[in-house]
């Protein structure tokens, strides 16, 4: 009886704690004005995270609508021909998907981006005509700016994409990852990201570090905040100068106390955390141009997210979108590339179209379709020009079209150039890394 | 557990109504502007035994018996982690961790439930039915290229899962696991000062390390005579099964060896001392794809061994045991196949005056030290079978692990080979895992084999992890071997059907 009691008692405990621990905080962004239908769902210090300011604010705010189209809106069919198909037909499915809204505002130009743009520019125009395609079909003597402006050239667009350089010289963010149910359940990662450029680099150690006797292009991390699960988790990846190098991925693994090499070549698993989106095809593409096959399928006028307005962010409750419920695009005259992997490649697509920016070429959009050519995962990417010239991520969506399953992504551009300067390579090295994103 | 099966029920099923109570996003708390985290873990593993393990007397006769369907465990813990940002370059950090495991008062047919003497790991005599400690308590301090971490923590080298040639830093609690969980959970945490450092620029990333353990010996846990993991399987209640004890003098050598290892205990715990020490560093280079490790470190063994040299005066008739200093060279290396879409990865130690029992004449037994030396080679590939698993890759991960016994003779009690004095084992491990439902669901299997005596392990394991917060699991641990010598032998007719739950914040 006492151990009945006992065990009774405990039970009555553990429930309480739970429950008490229960009473967080929900916060929504909704009533903002009569008829909004989305918020923003996490919880307090999720939404803290999520919402950290950009270290340089927005250019352009409260950016007049020309007009509007989607959920509660213009009929989308109006735009059709602006929009990638497969997002047309979420904005036309709202049971599914969530009310998505597409609000045009007024083209920004570059030249009056600002500093950071100025200085891409400016190193672009320097150097024009001094970076070549090789014989291994990588790049060589690369300096600064876009290797290839004014191309229409398949893989040398492929390469202005890979060195698009749109995070500067150096780069911090923090925000969030959300893999979404079809029924708007919603799971949250705090993960951030450093970026440290060796090459094209316009503000110091221009136009590369020196020394750099590895020959590394670039080293990204990853490091997962939260959930405690993750924390502490700690990837680091290299690109090298070197195509026939392919990247190295390192990671610090906290349940095991210990770093352990992975191997890159599976490039098309998903990054963890039931997230939708792949190695190589985060950003639409993060993957070595030389294990693709590219072609330039022309030019065309989208709607893209290239100014979005910053906060807050977007989710519908009950439905999967999230990132770019309603956001505001502007007409962009895109470059339009597709790339196929090559045999060597075991990639569950058979090609990718992407949609890329003619002034910065990142990819606003990425249609990605499966080895029986029908459409599979659909990537959004949101920008948003800040202050200081550079056009980084603000919000945006991986979706698996075939599944109903959505990633939402919430970067905020934490420190970047100026304010990050104490990224070198020394700060690069797994050891510091470890101790910055915390965890055991 | 007939009687008790209703409590058990009722308290899974509080847990499992938690849910209702619980948001799906809870991350733990955060205070001083974010510098000062906390979060955890609530987890309860209980275990039900599938066979039937009987333990004799010195004479033969059941003594002690483990029965088909009672609680092989149910172990309650709660993990609070705090990490305090002190300054940008200063973090403190904390572990603390309580255990309590129920079946020894849920069931009082299991040895341990006799008496508080069979719920104590030996040699340190921690209490398995509660026990509660700081784990960690380190700072992690980053000047520069330096790491220097100071306190009780865990330092971990090698390349190996689950095998010991270079993690042999911190010794391990094997008295509720065998080792047959993760090893962060069961290494014992020793105060050290741990000095990194990373050459800046390195063309060959250069990095060296020294480790300090100015006097914190800690001896590695067993499990007490009677419960599911008491590892000297060949040996019954403290008497090991030598002919020449009477039935008389059972009780009189039975408290006799017990106090030894009492003695041995106390060299650690009970009195820290500059004379317990342990030093050693490591090197670390990369050299083209390759990443290589030397190391060195200098340590008493973890491991007791036991002498015997009969004398009626001593208190403890002659039994004595020993932590003899032993010195492991070793390295490791890590090797990432662009062409196979693999990374290898291996290690070795060669291990000066490794401690061995030996008998003697007149039923004496002595120490014996030999070198050792004993390598991993290993391998980690994910492979997309779609057949399988058309949207994640299956990791499949294997090693290979043999160890030899330099200049060895068959007198040597190595417990090794089916009569316990071969000169070498060989084990393999095998592990293969994935994802499903956007990584909710993740089925695992590890298999382990030794080759020689051809006793292993398997345990299958399937795991639902709905939100980040909340995990359940379900297992099998499948243990075999011909007698209750060898590496998994000692813990064979210990199958056990499992359950985790788990809550993380």
């Known amino acids: ?440 | 557990m007939g009687k008790h099966k209703g409590v058990y029920w009722t308290l899974l099923l509080a847990l499992v109504f938690a849910l209702g109570f619980v948001p799906d996003k809870a991350q733990g708390v955060e205070l001083l502007n974010g510098d000062l985290k906390i979060g955890g873990k609530l987890e309860n593993y209980t275990g039900v035994r599938m066979q039937e393990r009987v333990f004799l007397d010195g004479m033969g006769s059941e003594d002690a018996k483990l029965k088909q369907g009672q609680l092989e465990r149910m172990r309650n813990t709660m993990q609070v982690e705090m990490e305090w940002r002190m300054s940008p370059d200063a973090v403190l950090h904390a572990i603390g961790r309580a255990d309590y495991d129920a079946k020894y008062s849920l069931d009082s047919d299991i040895p341990g439930a006799r008496d508080t003497d069979h719920r104590r790991s030996f040699p340190d005599g921690d209490n398995l039915e509660f026990n509660a400690a700081m784990r960690e308590f380190y700072i992690k301090y980053n000047p520069g290229n330096f790491t220097i971490t100071a306190g009780r923590q865990q330092i971990v080298w090698g390349e190996s899962d689950n095998l010991r040639m270079s993690d042999i830093i911190n010794p391990l609690d094997l008295s509720w696991s065998g080792g047959l969980v993760g090893w962060e959970d069961i290494r014992i945490p020793q105060w050290m000062l741990d000095v990194k450092y990373t050459v800046p620029e390195s063309a060959y990333n250069l990095t060296g390390e020294l480790v300090w353990n100015p006097f914190d010996f800690q001896p590695t846990r067993f499990a007490p005579y009677g419960d599911t993991y008491y590892p000297f399987g060949g040996i019954t209640d403290g008497l090991p099964n030598v002919p020449i004890f009477a039935p008389a003098s059972f009780v009189l050598a039975r408290d006799a060896l017990f106090g030894a290892f009492e003695d041995a205990r106390y060299r650690g715990n009970g009195t820290k001392s500059f004379k317990n020490g342990a030093v050693g560093g490591r090197v670390g280079t990369r050299l083209g794809d390759f990443q290589f490790y030397l190391q060195d470190y200098y340590q008493p063994t973890s491991s007791p061994v036991l002498t015997f040299n009969p004398n009626p005066f001593d208190s403890r008739l002659g039994f004595h045991v020993e932590f003899p200093y032993i010195n492991t060279i070793g390295g490791t290396f890590s090797y990432d196949s662009k062409f196979l879409k693999t990374v290898f990865r291996g290690e070795f130690g060669y291990v000066t005056d490794e401690p061995f029992s030996s008998p003697g004449p007149f039923g004496t037994i002595g120490l014996v030290e030999k070198d050792t030396f004993s390598y991993m080679l290993g391998f980690d590939h994910s492979a997309m079978i779609p057949l399988l698993n058309p949207n994640t890759s299956i990791f499949i991960s294997g090693q290979i692990f043999q160890k030899y016994i330099m200049q060895s003779d068959e007198t040597l009690i190595t417990q090794f080979g089916e009569d316990g004095s071969s000169n070498h084992m060989s084990i393999m491990t095998l592990l293969l895992s994935t994802a499903y439902w956007y990584d909710k669901i993740k089925p695992q299997v590890v298999y382990v084999q030794d080759l020689q005596w051809m006793s292993g392990m398997l345990n299958p394991e399937i795991a639902y992890q709905p939100v980040f917060e909340w995990s359940f699991a379900l297992g099998y641990t499948y243990i075999w071997g011909k007698t209750y010598q060898g590496p998994f032998s000692s813990w064979k007719d210990n199958d056990e059907l499992y359950v985790k739950i788990a809550y993380k914040f």
Not at chain 1, 163 to 181: A, H, I, M
Not at chain 1, 275 to 289: A, L, M, Y
Not at chain 1, 407 to 434: D, H, I, R, V
């Open chain 1, 1 to 440: 009886m006492r151990k009945r009691n006992g065990y009774l008692g405990f039970a009555v405990v553990v429930l309480t704690i739970l429950s008490v621990m229960g009473m967080g905080v929900r916060l929504s962004w909704a009533g903002d004005y009569p008829g909004k239908w989305y918020g923003f769902y996490g919880p307090e210090d999720v939404i803290k995270a999520y919402h950290t300011p950009n270290f340089s604010p927005s250019k352009w705010l409260n950016q007049p609508v020309i007009r509007s189209w989607g959920y509660e809106a213009n009929n989308v069919d109006e735009i059709k021909d602006l929009l990638p198909a497969p997002f047309y037909n979420m904005i036309k499915h709202p049971e599914i998907w969530g009310g998505i809204r597409i609000n045009e505002t007024a083209f920004q130009p570059r030249r009056e981006w600002g500093h950071n743009a100025d200085l891409l520019d400016a190193a672009t125009a320097k150097y024009k005509g001094t970076a070549s395609v090789g014989p291994n079909g990588y790049i060589v003597n690369y300096k600064a700016g876009h290797p290839f402006p004014g191309t229409t050239n398949a893989l040398e667009l492929a390469l202005n994409n890979n060195f698009r350089q749109d995070k500067g010289d150096n780069f911090k963010s923090l925000g969030g990852t959300v893999p979404t149910e079809r029924d708007g359940h919603r799971r949250y990662l705090t993960q951030g990201m450093f970026w440290f450029n060796f090459v094209g680099r316009v503000l110091t150690h221009t136009p590369s570090w020196e020394p750099n006797p590895q020959g590394i292009e670039r080293m990204q991390s990853f490091g997962t905040i939260q959930p405690y699960d993750m924390r502490g988790t700690t990837p680091l990846l290299i690109r090298y100068l070197d195509p026939t190098k392919q990247d190295d991925m390192s990671i610090y693994i906290p349940s095991m106390r210990r770093i352990r090499r992975l191997s890159t070549g599976q490039r098309w698993d998903r990054t963890g955390g039931g997230s939708d989106q792949t190695w190589d095809g985060t950003e639409v593409f993060n993957g070595n141009v030389t294990n693709y096959t590219w072609k330039y399928l022309g030019r065309k006028v989208m709607l893209c997210p290239r100014n979005v307005m910053n906060q807050p962010k977007q989710e519908v409750k009950g439905k999967p979108i999230g990132g770019l419920v309603d956001k505001q695009y502007q007409r962009v005259n895109t470059y339009v590339l597709e790339y196929t992997p090559k045999p060597q490649m075991l990639a569950p697509v058979s090609r990718v179209v992407m949609y890329l920016d003619p002034d910065t070429f990142n990819a606003y959009y990425g249609e990605f379709y499966d080895n029986a050519g029908r459409i599979y995962w659909m990537y959004c990417a949101g920008y948003h020009i800040l202050e200081c010239g550079l056009q980084i991520m603000q919000s945006g969506f991986v979706t698996d079209i075939q599944r109903v399953h959505l990633t939402g992504q919430y970067p905020a551009g934490l420190e970047g150039n100026e304010t990050a300067s104490y990224m070198n390579p020394a700060f690069m090295t797994m050891e510091n890394l470890k101790a910055v994103w915390g965890g055991r």
